[in-house]
C-alpha cells in the first residue's frame, strides 16, 4: 500500500509540474464565469426582466423550470465532455512516455512492484479526475442555486454516474498505454468513445421510432464501452420528473439505462484496470 501511495504522490507532483491542474482551473473558472452570465440573462429574459418568481408568475412556473432544467443540462453536458477529454487525454502519455524515455526503468529498479506503479498513477489521477468533476459540475450546479433556486434533481447519483463514465474511460487510457505509444493510445481511446457516443444516439433513436434493430445496435455498442449509457442515465436521474416522462429535451432518455449497465460499467472498469496490471507486468521494460 505504502508503494501506491508513493507513486501516486509522484504522479500528482508530476501533474502539478505540468501545470494540468493549473489550466484545468483557469479554464474551468473562465468556463463557469462563461456559463454564469449567460445563464444569468436567459434567466433574466424568461422572467421579463423580473428574476423574482412572483405569485402572479405561479402559471409560468413549470414552464420556467422545464427551461432551467435545459439550461442546467446544457451546462453539464458540457461539464461531461470537458470532464472525458480530460480523463483520456491526462494518463495518455504516463506510461507509454515514461517506458520511452526510460524514466519507468528508474521506477522499477527501486522498491516498487509493477501493480503498485500502474495502481499508483490509477489513482492520483482519479483525484484529479474526481476534484475536476466536483469543480465543474458543482459549479454549474451553484450557479443555478444562487440565480434562480433551482436545485439540480438527484445530483449525488448524477455525479456519481459521471464519475463512473469518466474513471472508465481514464482506465481505458492507462489499459493503452501499457502496449502503445501515446497517439496510438489517444487514437484508440477517443475511438471507443466515439462507438459509445454513437451507439448511445442509435439507442435512443431506436427506441423513439420503435425501430429495435437499431436500438439493439445501440446497445451492443454500449455494452462493448459502457461510458456514454452512464451520461444517459445521469442526464435522466437529473431531469425533473415531468421532463423524464415526456421527452421534450434534447437531453431527455427515450430508452433508460438500466442497473445492470451501471455494475456492467463497474466490472468493465474494474476488468480492464485487472487487464492493465497485467499487460504491465509482462511488458519488456
Known sequence: MMGILTMAHLTLHEVKGRKVALAALILGAAFLVVFGAGFYFV??????????????RAQLSAQQNVGLSFLVMAGLYAVNFLMVMMAVLMPVDTLAGDIRSGVIQTLVTKPLRRASIVLGKWLAFWVVLALYLVMMAGGVMLIARVITGYDVPNAPAGL?????????????SILGGTRL????????????????????WLEQLGALLGNMTTRNIGVIASLIVPSEAMWQLASH?????????????????????????VVWALVYTLGTLLLALRQFGKRDL
Do not use: C, D, K, W
Open 43 to 56: 434567466h433574466r429574459e424568461m422572467t421579463g426582466g423580473n428574476p423574482g418568481l412572483t405569485p402572479a
Open 181 to 200: 505509444s501515446t497517439l496510438a493510445n489517444g487514437v484508440m481511446v477517443f475511438g471507443l468513445y466515439g462507438l459509445a457516443f454513437i451507439g448511445g
Open 237 to 261: 436521474s437529473m431531469q425533473p420528473a415531468l421532463i423524464r416522462e415526456v421527452s421534450i429535451t434534447p437531453f431527455s432518455v427515450v430508452s433508460v439505462p438500466s442497473a445492470g449497465m
Open 160 to 172: 456519481a454516474l459521471m464519475l463512473l463514465e469518466g474513471t472508465l474511460l481514464m482506465t481505458l
